[in-house]
């Protein structure tokens, strides 16, 4: 049975677009985050100058952030639920910032892979506890321009930290780049201490904003926040498989991209140093616009214009990861504007489907579970995360080219976009909020039906 969802106009005015300050917040994160992640890939030169390093070993140093990353998905799931997005954010982001000092310290590439692990401790929550926060903070009708504000943060970040941080680190070398990151880090733990409360401890929230974040659906009473629902239940379910399996697909693609894309346009197509950074950042550019207009605005627009939401979403999602299959081109291209071309394609398509699947687990799940599933998925994420820049480390080691390693990522696409269409099918919920039956059983009246 299709869920209505309902929408609450708001008045204009500061007062009434507190939720959107949240959104931005979560989504200046997602950016100093990646600052993080990037630093590393424009290192690659500097590092085998300073440590000796071959392209296998810096494959295994840029997936060493992911091994931590991902393990610890399924208990932050766990945690998120159990104490919330406020204290597990602000623990979050001071170790990611202390992370970052040390990989600017290291003196030995035992020490710079301990670094790359604490990272990936501190930023295992990010994207579970945003995904959290905006099935809080938003109704259904805003939760894609929501996702899109923070999870195109990740690509504007590569945008933006590529060219600034490679230009550091051709100026005063590699530690200083990591030194800049943890600083900016710091500043901004201090302003999510400020900012960020869960919508019912927050003091500025109108309550006409927060009808409008209820968008006419029934109240959810403290007992149901408090009791998740296992999470093996939820890891057994069709949706919840479907959505991990093909979100992967597009983290394969997005994190050979974010690790091997300045040593490819250096390497490959024998672009000097310095603008393999200003290249790196047109696909990203690209990105975030297509992830913030077709991902976010469009797909909202579609829905509070009265369009079938699972329709909708479903478009976006599957358009955007066939589009991803322009990766398999980029392994042809015999220029470095052919190569842009057919990588803006890809993960301009990818991004805007990055959206409604971060915004899959607050739409199919009971708000005492988002956290769980959100770990999840995310876990599913992270070992792609791993496996693309090693696996990339080998093939181009053993090949001299990047061709077979497009083309991997390109079938994983195909059996993403599979897993979307048989597994995840519409996106709807799949329990009533109570977590205590599957809606696929014969249905209970619509009151039943939560966020």
Known sequence: MPVQEKFIPLPTGSAYRRRWRIAWLLGIGVLVNYFDRV?????????????????????????????????????????????????????????????????GLSRSIPAFFSARLLLGVGEAPTFPANAKAVGRWFPRAERSSATAIFDSAAKFASALGVPVLGIVLLAVGWRWSFAL??????????????VYRDPEDD???????????????????????????????????????????????????????????????????????????????????????????????????????????????????????????????????RTPLMALAWISLSIGGLSAAAPIGWSVPSLITPRSSVGSVSGILNFSNQISAIVAPVLTGYVVEITHSFRWAFGAAAIYLVVGILAYLLLLGRIEPMFAEDGTRPLTLPPAPPTAIGA
């Open 39 to 103: 630093s590393l890939s424009l290192s690659q030169a500097a590092l085998h100058r300073d440590f000796g390093i071959d392209a296998v070993m810096f494959g295994y140093l840029l997936g060493a952030y992911n091994w931590t990353y991902a393990s610890f998905q399924l208990p932050i799931g766990v945690i998120l639920d159990r104490f919330g997005v406020t204290r597990t954010g602000r623990v979050s982001i001071f170790l990611w910032s202390l992370a970052s000092f040390a990989s």
């Open 203 to 333: 003091p500025h929230l109108t309550a006409e904003e927060r009808a409008h974040i209820a968008g006419g659906e029934p109240e959810v009473t403290q007992a149901v926040v408090a009791h998740p629902l296992p999470l093996m239940t939820l890891a057994r379910q069709r949706k919840v498989l479907g959505v991990a399996l093909g979100f992967g697909s597009y983290n394969y693609v997005f994190y050979l991209l974010l690790t091997w894309l300045p040593s490819y346009l250096s390497t490959a197509l024998h672009v000097d140093l310095l603008h393999s950074f200003l290249y790196t950042g047109v696909p990203w550019l690209f990105a975030t616009v297509c992830e913030l207009s077709v991902g976010g605005w469009l797909t909202d627009f579609l829905i509070r214009s009265g369009y079938d939401a699972s329709r909708v979403r479903q478009t976006v999602l599957l358009c955007g990861m066939a589009c991803g299959l322009g990766i398999f081109g980029a392994a042809g291209a």
């Open 181 to 194: 990151t943890g600083a900016i880090s710091l500043l901004y733990l201090w302003y999510f201490w400020r």
